[in-house]
Structures are given as C-alpha cells and as structure tokens.
C-alpha cells in the first residue's frame, strides 16, 4: 500500500520495505479502527524537501512553463484552472511575459462570462504588448460598450503593431464612418488600411479591397486588378478550409477550372471559417441584449457588428432584407446563405399593389 510518504521508508534490518504492514493488515482484518500513526522524523524531513523541491524551482523556469501553457492555452478556463493551483502560479501568470504571450484562444472570452474581472485579465494583456488582446478588448470597448474612442485606439495599437484583423477593423469603420456621422466616411482610408492588411494575408481584407477596386470605391478602378485580390481570397479560403499549402489550393482550382475563378461559382462547399473570439462575443452579447431601436446588425452571422448610427450599412440591392457592415461580409454571407434566399419578390408585390390597389393584389407572377 503506498502511503503519504510512498516508497520513501527506510529499510530495517529484516529486509522488509515497509515495517508497519503486518500491523495494518492485522488491524483492519480484527475490525480495530486503524489510528493515523505519527510522522517520523525521517518522513518529516522527505516531505520537507518535496515542499522545498517546488519553492526551490527558480521563477524563470515557471514563467516560462506558464508563457508556454498561456501560448498553447485553447480557452480561458485552460489558462485560469491553472494559475488557481495554488499562490505562487497565481502571482506568476499576472506577469507581462506570460499575458503578451496569451493565445487567441484563451483570450476568447464569452459574452455571458463577461464581468470585471475578465475585462481586467484583457487590460492587463492588452497593456503587456498582447496584440491580440488590444484588438479583442477594442472590439469589446467599441462596439458593446459603447466606448468608442479607448476602442478604436486600442485597435490602432494592435494595427500599428501589423495585427491584420485590426487593420481590417478599422478599414471597416473608415467604410462606415462608424461612431460619428456619415460624412466622417474615409474610403481613401479605409482602402489604404485593407491594402495593409490584405499585404498580410487577411481574407477579407482582400476581398474587401477586391471588391473596391472592381467597382472603384475609394480607389480608381482596376476590374483585372481587383479580380485578381478576389481569387487571392478565394484561394487562401480553400487553402485554410483544406488544410493545404497555397500552391496545392491553386492546383486545386486550376484542376477545378473552366476558367471561372471564383470559388462559389464552382458550387464547392467550402467549409465555414472559424469565427474569431471577438465576433463571437459580439453576436452572443447583441443576441442576449437586443440592440436600440432602428439599429441592425451586420447579416452575416460570423461578424456580429452591430450599426453604430441607423442606416448605416448598405442593404441588398435586390431584395433589400439584408444589412451588411463590408462588402467582404455580402460576399462571404451571399455564398454561404443569401444566394438561395435573396429574391426580390416582397419588392414586385409591393409594387404592383401601390400600382394597382384597387385590382385586388394580382401579383406580378399572376
Ligand atoms: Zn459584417
Ligand atoms: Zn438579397
């Protein structure tokens, strides 16, 4: 039986690893209730250098295993139920190595776990160079809280530091002119940051800016140009979708091919991306709290972003049912759901009765 101490009994002189067995068993077999026997002297000293092993261990070599454990963390609760092990973890992980180094992922805080505390735990990554934690709690602050500029300056931090999703974010509010009013719209800004981000692989960023140098918002249009920035996205959509380097995820739609460069005109499913901690948060908090009257939210339901002034997002031209913050949100929400939905038939019914009211509703398709 392997006690507190283990195997670290003395040997006696018979030989026998553990003097006290003969008695124990006796003990419980005769129903005698068994006492707890007092420590030894030797036993104290073991368990005292084992405590003394732990406190011994140098503080860089723990903050690097946290920094690790923090990098590598895949939710919040993986980082939290270790730095409550006991005193000493928990002083360690509030150091700046450990937060800068904190992963996405166990920044990713729920809408409904959201209190103080946790809005402190991403203040204090975010003010130890954590990137993404100052895009996260920018997003948080801007758009939920209402604070507009501690957010956006938050974001500009994590952009300033190349975090492409928060110089997409702020091309999104260029677009927008989000937080004031319609005539802060920057779209020359707006292009330039999506340029920024798109040089860094961001996909909807190079959608985005696709999308403006096809139709010429905010930049001159270049229709080749911009096509070209739309199979780039497509591209790195099928490549991350597939797991597969990009050279694979070209040869892929060459093979594809027809000559047409577009992903959904292929019909291919493409798996539905990842949605990043930060937009989760946004469609639980708005889905939870509702939003102001007139104000709607972006349609398509990985981004979450909610307007910031009524009217501000353009809607389908088509059926004009749907709102969207970025034309990277139509694209992506067109493949996924709109295309198969979109009709423009509430428009023609509405139409043909303000055209003839009296003639008792005949719609347009008889
Ligand atoms: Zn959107
Ligand atoms: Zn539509």
Known sequence: MQTRSGFFYPKNESGNQDPFRGKRKLGIGFGEPYRKRPRTAVEEHDSTTHDDFFDGLPDDLLLLILSNLSASASSPSDLFAVLMTCKRFKGLGVNPMVLAKASAKSLAIRAK???????????????????????????????????????ASLMARAAMGSHAAALYALAVIQFNGSGGSKMDKDLRGGVALC??????????????????LQDGYGVRRKVTEGRRFLIQANLRELASAAKVPMVEASAMVTAGGGGCPLLSDFGWAVEERE???????????????????????????????????????RRCSVCGAVNYCSRACQALHWKLAHKAECTPMERWNLAAAAAAPEAGGGGPMG
Request: proline share 1%; hydrophobic share 35%; net charge positive.
């Open 113 to 151: 776990n959201w209190c103080e505390s946790a809005h402190r735990f991403l203040k204090l990554c975010a003010d130890s160079g954590n990137l993404e934690a100052c895009y996260t709690l920018g997003m948080i602050k801007f758009y939920c809280l209402g604070s507009r500029g501690n957010g």
């Open 195 to 212: 340029a920024r981000a798109a040089f860094l692989g961001h996909i909807d960023a190079l959608r985005e800016l696709g999308h403006c």
């Open 275 to 313: 949605v990043h901690g930060a937009n989760r948060f946004m469609v639980e908090w708005f889905g939870a709290k509702g939003l102001d009257e007139g104000i709607r939210m972006c349609s398509h339901v990985g981004c979450g972003r909610p307007e910031t002034r009524r009217h501000e997002f």
